[in-house]
C-alpha cells in the first residue's frame, strides 16, 4: 500500500496506493522534505481546529511533485542523476505518488487524467533537464 523507490540509500518516490487505510494521520515523508506527503482518516464529528500558518523562511532547492492519479493508468519509470533507469511502477486510478528526487518519465497506458502539485514559481525549460526514455 506504501512503496517507496529507493536508489543508493535515497528516496526516489513515495507511492501511496489508492487501497492504503489507516486511523488518524500518517506522514511519509521525512521532516527535512521541502513537499510533504501524509494521510488522514478521520471518523464523523472530528474536528481539526482552525488554524493559520506561520510565515517561516524556507529555502527549496529542488522540485518536488506530487501526482494524483484521477483516472487511467500510468507508467512512471525512474532514473538515476546520471539518467540510468533505475524500475518502473504502474499507478492506477486513486494512487498517489511523491516524486522527491532522480529522474522520471511517463507513458500513459490507457487515457489517464492526472492532478499535479509542485512548488512554484515555475521556471519553464529551466526547471528540468529532458533527455531521452530508456527502451
Do not use: C, W
Request: hydrophobic share 35%.
Amino acid at each position: 500500500m506504501i512503496k517507496n523507490i529507493i536508489h543508493n540509500d535515497e528516496i526516489f518516490a513515495i507511492i501511496l496506493r489508492t487501497s492504503y487505510k489507516t486511523d488518524g494521520v500518517k506522514f511519509f515523508t521525512p521532516d527535512d522534505f521541502s513537499q510533504q506527503l501524509g494521510y488522514m482518516s478521520h471518523p464523523s464529528g472530528h474536528v481539526i481546529k482552525p488554524h493559520i500558518h506561520n510565515t517561516v523562511l524556507r529555502e527549496v532547492q529542488f522540485t518536488n511533485e506530487v501526482l494524483f492519479v484521477k483516472s487511467g493508468k500510468v507508467r512512471v519509470d525512474f532514473y538515476d542523476n546520471d539518467k540510468v533507469f533505475i524500475e518502473n511502477q504502474v499507478l492506477t486510478k486513486g494512487d498517489v505518488i511523491l516524486l522527491a528526487s532522480g529522474g522520471h518519465g511517463f507513458e500513459m497506458l490507457e487515457d489517464s487524467e492526472i492532478i499535479e502539485v509542485k512548488q512554484g514559481p515555475y521556471s519553464g525549460e529551466n526547471d528540468k533537464t529532458r533527455f531521452e526514455p530508456f527502451n
